[in-house]
């Protein structure tokens, strides 16, 4: 089979399974060169049995992948082009920083003299000049990471696979070396497919980001569009902080929707969305405004129960009438409303996202009423 052009990793129909326990359920996506791809999702969604089954310790159920175009289905994980770098280092504890580094190469009988020069270029890319005779024993957390790294480096892969390489660092560290992988993998123009649970990680150092649940990819786009247009509930939940509202579409007005949940009646954007469809839109807490008086075309009142300073921003909790709690961003040198004030909350009509559901349909349409007794309990007053 051709590779296509510029496409390092191909997944087609990839399938998963544990027994009875379907794990990963067709999993279909293309890595570019040099691309840093990464795979984030909640523990058990099929991130990490994913990036097995293209290291190749894992056996693909159905489906296929190839590198550059080559099925791998019977390729051992050395044969692969591939490496990985693991959470827990998986450094040998009786060999120096050098030899660690220097165990694939003496395995594939590189001559004496290169192996040399390629763990030297491995030390000063990793910023390890001067430690190559420690042993990983006197090594601090970090610099154990940079040794497994390395190592993995030192092969040459087309591709190299990080499986949570930074969960064990703590945090100032984590967020150093978030930086230096990035760097890195900029400077060698590697491809990476880097899995990880932390929602920041993944927006900080990704080119693109699938997102994983229950064994599929529900999202995978760059970091921007995957935070301002999430595709789903489960990814407007899962990264960054959502308020996520149901309602219902009532009619057009200018070039907006009006809709109605059983918050009040609000403007979304109106592509896209016709009348009399349930939908779920998600407004995130830098986009949720407050006001004092009430803001045509909107009706969703509440009051404020708490503030939460972070730093960089206030979060004001309000709580609606029907219990609902949301969350509005706010400047820190903004004026705050009072703890058990009124007000009226609003957006703009462009920053609410129509959110699809798991199964891909975007809304369910309402055509002979089979979601009536939603439709009465929200449009019933008092």
Known sequence: MQADKGIVVK???VVKNYGANRVVKKVNFDISEGEFLTLLGPSGCGKTTTLRMIAGFETVTEGKILLHGENVENKKPNERDVNTVFQNYALFPHMNVEDNIAFGLVE???PKAERTERVNEMLALVRLEGMGKRMPSQLSGGQKQRVAIARALVNRPKVLLLDEPLGALDLKLRKQMQSELKHLQQKLGITFVYV???QEEALTMSDRIAVMNNGIIEQIDTPKEV??????????DF?????????????????????????????IHGEG?????IICICVRPENLRLSKTPVEGFSINGKVIEHIFTGSAIKTVIELVNGHRLTASVNPEAELFDVGESVHIYWTPERAVV?????????DVIETNPNQAIIDSLTKEG
């Open 11 to 13: 997944m087609i129909d």
């Open 196 to 198: 990880t649970h932390d």
């Open 355 to 363: 959110l699809k559901t798991q199964e891909d349909t975007v809304y």
């Open 108 to 110: 594939k009988k590189i």
């Open 227 to 236: 935070y301002n247009h999430p595709a789903t509930k489960f990814v407007a």
């Open 273 to 277: 969305v016709g009348d009399d469809e």
């Open 239 to 267: 990264i960054g902080e959502s308020n996520i509202l149901e309602g219902y579409t009532e009619k057009m007005e200018n070039g907006k929707m009006r809709v109605l949940f059983e918050e009040g009646k609000a403007l």
